[in-house]
């Protein structure tokens, strides 16, 4: 008897599946990525560079401002001196915060508008992703790249960045004023720079693989989040509401556990920053205060205060940096998913040269065609057929037999594996893509409608409709008095996904849709499947008009979308078994008629 799966096996083939390319905590690569995402908005971003050189400068020059008045109008007994050096001084300390304002606020703005492009070009990207990786990738884990792996970035441009860059810019004035005023005490700064450096250098690693990990179990988290919620109904169905919600908090308590370390290791980072800091301050007052007190010192008091204010300026950014880090690495696991995202490139796309044609006739052509989801998996074998202008084809067989897979390739989500798909004599390959979605009407089983009104949904097929065309589209499926019986009419909120509609009028909504969008060729994927036979009834004739000119494909299992259909294919794992029309296939008493017997009696039950 096998082991029950535990959440750690889960969790490690959840991690095998889907993890993310690991880069270097802090790459230069990336961070030029996004310093690109700059450049449009260069004039916001220069000024910011400018409040920041300045600020960078102003908060030494207080300091020596300070440090200047102890030692010339205090030392002096100078209180006319004293009055002007506090009014010089009061005047650059308003200066600083008028630049601090504006650097706080140029910062926000250019953030916003990096978070805005980036968002612009995830969504366009991920609208020319294939459907096989969507298939292969949780719903959670594509939120959590545009909301939280976002937000780090926004944090990493309008913080991390610029605050850094102040930060170090106070060290290197600091350092600069140390150098000039006492070389030897300087040389005692310089000496804790290897002690920092093998400080950042071990938690360096530390904390970007706890940051790593942290990010990881929070897709977990929202991924499965967002699967929970789709998948609720069949929850409550079959009670799983319990054995859901131990599974939740464990991935709840594993990312816990993971922001536990990371926060530990953050903390401790940052605790031997200041002890060192604060050691390093008692070695300056020893030595500097050493200097003060031998005979003919090089140091009097004045300066020994000047120099541990500079000493505190040179340090107190360290602190800063070490929290500015950690926004850092967060920022660039963030980063690293954006641009593993947008670096996914579509498993086709059109040639530059592809053919776009105004007007289909609708001919379609299977020539040998083969085709794998997966390369060495083929689904569908040498399929061969012709569907004239205005034609019907019926797709008929079992689930997995290949019905779908041929109407995607129709659609050109996928492109042949083997063979050759022509519409109109064109290579499907060489067909512009949005020139053949435009000729194009899909009505498949899911039904799917959008958040928003019933006239929204249904001009969703044309976006330049107006609101006759609109009603005229439902008048042509005899179904005006059913989208007028709703509580508004055709400003009835749908829901989320229709839940507010029954399954039947959702069903209309689509296929008003299709009537609107006016194709020269439609899939229909089961569109009959959901409606009960008093519905199908009143809109069957509305379908012939609908289907009247056009060629058509049929995927269904009622036998009144077969029987009028100009060819009927029969599938069986991926290959055509029979073709011919409703009466012919009967009569030959094979796969079909038998499949027609199971029809007949589900009908009569």
Partial sequence: MSAPTTLGTFLTRNVEAHSDPRHRPLDVRLIGRLWNYTRPHARCRNVLLVSVLLRAIQLPALTWALTAIIRGPITNHDTTGLAWGVA????????????????????LELGEAVVHDLRQDMFRHLQTLPLSWYQQTKLGRIISRMVSDVEDVRAGVQEVLFISLVQLG??????????????LLFLLVLGMVPVLWVINHHFHRRLSQSYRDMRDSFSRVTATLAESVAGIRVTQAF???????????????????????AMRTQ???????????QAFMAALLLVGGYQVLLPGNRLDVADMVGFFFMAGMFFSPINVLGGQYY??????????????????????????????VRSLRGRVEFRGVSFAYVPGRPVLHDISFVAEPGQTIALVGHTGSGKTSIINLIAKFHLPTSGKLLIDGIDVCELAGESLHRQLGVVLQQNFLFSGTVRENIRFGLSTATDDEVRQAVE?????DLIEALPQGFETQVGERGTSLSLGQRQIVCFARAMLANPRILILDEATSSIDALTEARIQHALARLLAGRTSFVVA??????????????????????RGQHDELVADEGAYARLHARFVEAAAA
Avoid: K
């Fill in 88 to 107: 010089g001084f009061g005047l650059l300390m308003v200066f600083t915060q008028i630049v601090m304002h504006f650097r706080q606020r140029l910062a």
């Fill in 170 to 183: 106070h060290m290197v004035v600091a350092a600069a004023f140390m150098l000039w005023h006492d070389w």
């Fill in 239 to 261: 009670g799983r509401q319990d054995t859901n919600g131990r599974l939740f908090g464990e991935l709840v308590a594993d990312h816990s556990n993971y922001n536990y370390d």
């Fill in 267 to 277: 903390g401790l980072f940052t605790s031997l920053l200041d002890l060192n800091n």
């Fill in 327 to 356: 926004l850092a690495l967060t920022a660039m696991a963030g980063a690293e998913r954006i641009f593993a995202l947008l670096d996914r490139a579509p498993d086709w796309q059109d040639p530059p040269d592809a053919r776009h």
């Fill in 476 to 480: 042509r499926l005899d179904c005006l």
């Fill in 557 to 578: 299992h009622r036998l009144s979308t077969i029987r009028d259909a100009d060819l009927v294919l029969v599938l069986d794992q991926g290959r055509i078994i029979e």
